[in-house]
Each structure stands twice: as C-alpha cells, then as structure tokens.
C-alpha cells in the first residue's frame, strides 16, 4: 500500500479523484496527508470529510522559507509519504522537500507541455492561450517536479481536442473530466513500476 501526499490550492477535484481512486480499490494506496498554502481551500474540507490528516502550511503564515520546508518535510516524513502529487498546488515547493524526495514528486498540468506552462500558466489562463493560438489539440500533462515551473521529466500525456466553438470554460470543463481519469491511471502505473520511483 503506498501512502500519497496531496498538495492542493483551492477546490480539489483531483485530490477528490485520488481519493476515490484508493477507495474503490483501482490505486492499491492511500492518500496519507493534504497539505495546502490557503485555509480557505476545499481541499482540506475534501481531507476532513474523509479522515484524512490536513494540513495549512503557509508562506503568509510561516514566513521564514527554511521554516516552511522543515514543516513540510516533518509532515511527510511522519506519514511516511511515498509519493507526492500536487493536484492544483499553485507554489514551487522547497529544495529540502524535491531533494528528500526526488524523483517521486509529480504535478498534473492541463495542457501538452512545454506547451502553455510556466509562471501564470494555471487554470482558465491556459484555456484562454491554448484557444488564442489556434490550438486543435490540447491535453494532459503529468510530469515530475523540480525547481522551475512545469519544466521536470515528463511522465505521461493524453489529448484533448479543442472544439471549433469552445469557450476557455468549456475547454476547461472537458479537459478537467478527462483529467480526473488520467490521474488515476498514471497513478497506477506508477503505483504498478511501470513508471519508475526514485526510491
């Protein structure tokens, strides 16, 4: 059974569909911990409601930045955290944390990286780019995370097509429920060795 750490922003639909994931019994894991950078995020109610163990840990809060990894760190190491994925989590996470656990850090990114990512490429802003282009195709990007915004190794993609009349919400909307199931499956081959943990 491997345990997973969620680091999410805001709502939480993909940490909702990882723990659901674990409960049917399709990810042979357990979500140990959340963790979000907002109070106000429905992701640690999501964690509450399911008896997950929550946590607010803050750069508003925690301003000193080593202070901020050590807690990080002393939270996942307690729950003997396996992996880390970051399900809508809108901050770069500390050296400490990408060092401790490297290679077993993953992010999920609504577009076909390198494509649309990077610094301000988040939620609806990638839907407004990806249309302004032009764009056909869109997609999925699952990728390990390191230093920089949503440039690590990538470990899985899946495409979306854009529509002639899509709106950056109803792109978002359909690339969002192809999301929720990509996650689950990447999660199970990483889960299964066929993508490899640096462990």
């Known amino acids: 059974m491997m345990n997973i750490a969620v680091f999410a922003s805001h709502g939480g639909s993909d940490l909702q569909a990882i723990i659901d994931g674990c409960k049917s019994g399709r990810l042979k894991a357990r979500v140990c911990a959340v963790i979000s950078n907002n109070s106000d995020a429905y992701a640690l109610e999501r964690a509450k409601r399911e008896g997950i163990d929550n946590y607010c840990l803050s750069h508003k809060v925690i301003t000193d930045p080593e202070e901020l990894d050590r807690q990080m760190l002393d939270v996942l190491v307690s729950h003997n955290t396996d992996m880390i994925f970051l399900a809508g989590y809108l901050r770069k996470l500390g050296a400490p944390v990408l060092r401790h656990y490297e290679n077993r850090v993953f992010n999920i990114h609504p577009a076909l990286l390198p494509k ?33 915004y949503d440039s690590g ?30 996650l689950v499956e990447v999660i199970g081959d990483i889960i299964d060795g066929k993508v490899k943990l640096g462990i």
Request: no cysteine.
């Open 153 to 182: 190794d990538i470990v899985a993609q899946t495409q979306v097509e854009v529509q002639e009349d899509d709106t950056p919400e109803s792109l978002a909307a359909r690339v969002l429920e192809r999301e929720h199931t990509f």
């Open 116 to 148: 649309y990512g990077g610094r301000g490429m988040y939620g609806i802003n990638v839907h407004k780019a990806v249309i302004e282009a032009g764009e056909r195709i869109t997609g999925i990007t699952i990728h390990r995370v390191n230093e920089e």
